[in-house]
C-alpha cells in the first residue's frame, strides 16, 4: 500500500476506534509490517506536532497507539461542555407537558388518567430540561408530588406567564375527544 494512503488508513482507524490499537493489530488490517506501520505513526506525529494548526495528536501507549485531543485544546473542550443543550421534545413530551401547563398543580396519577399510559420516563425528562419542577405534596393517603411548570418552560414558549396559553373553549375540547375517540376506533 502507498505510503499516503497507509497514512490515511491508520489516521482513518485510530479516530474511528477511540481507545488504542495495538501496532501489530494495524499490520494485519493494513496487510503491512509492524514496520511500516511505525514509520507511518512517527510520520502522523510529527505532522501533528508541527505546528498548531492541529487540535489533535496520536500517542503511544505501550506497543499500541491512540488519537486524542492535545492538552492545549483543553480549556475549549471544557467550555463546550458547559455550553447548554438544546432539548428536543417529542409529541409525548409536548402532549405531557400541555397536561401540567393547563391542570397545574397535578398528580403524575392525573396525569397518566388523562393520557391512558405510564409517563415516568417523560415527567423525569421534563424534570430534567426543567421545564416543569415540584410543587409539593398532595395533602391525600400516599402524599403524591404536584408537578408544575417552571420559568424555563414560560421563556421556552414565549411567554411570561401562564395567562397567556391559548385559550381552549370546552367545545374545542369536545372535539379533540371526538377526533381521539375515532383515531381509536380506526387503530382496533
Not at 511500516?36 to 489533535?56: C, M, R, S, T
Not at 486524542?68 to 461542555?81: F, G, H, Q, V
Not at 393520557?115 to 425528562?125: A, H, L, M
Amino acid at each position: 500500500m502507498e505510503e499516503n494512503r497507509l497514512k490515511a488508513a491508520v489516521e482513518g482507524i485510530l479516530f474511528t476506534m477511540g481507545d488504542a490499537v495495538e501496532c501489530d493489530a494495524l499490520a494485519q488490517a493494513l496487510e503491512a509490517t509492524p514496520e511500516e506501520i511505525d514509520g507511518v505513526v512517527d510520520a502522523l506525529i510529527a505532522e501533528y506536532n508541527e505546528d498548531e494548526k492541529h487540535g489533535i495528536m496520536i500517542t503511544r501507549v505501550g506497543t499500541k497507539y491512540q488519537m486524542c485531543t492535545k492538552a492545549s485544546c483543553y480549556e475549549d473542550l471544557i467550555r463546550l461542555c458547559h455550553v447548554p443543550k438544546k432539548h428536543v421534545l417529542t409529541d409525548v413530551m409536548l402532549e405531557t407537558l400541555a397536561i401540567v401547563a393547563y391542570k397545574q398543580p397535578v398528580t403524575r396519577t392525573d396525569i397518566e388518567a388523562i393520557r391512558g399510559v405510564n409517563s415516568d420516563f417523560t415527567i423525569n425528562k421534563l424534570l430534567e430540561y426543567h421545564l416543569i419542577c415540584e410543587l409539593g405534596r398532595l395533602e391525600a393517603p400516599g402524599r403524591p408530588i404536584l408537578f408544575g411548570t417552571t420559568d424555563d418552560f414560560l421563556r421556552s414558549f414565549g411567554v411570561t406567564s401562564l395567562d397567556e396559553l391559548p385559550y381552549i373553549s370546552t367545545e374545542m375540547v369536545e372535539e379533540f375527544k371526538q377526533e381521539a375517540e375515532e383515531e381509536a376506533k380506526i387503530g382496533v
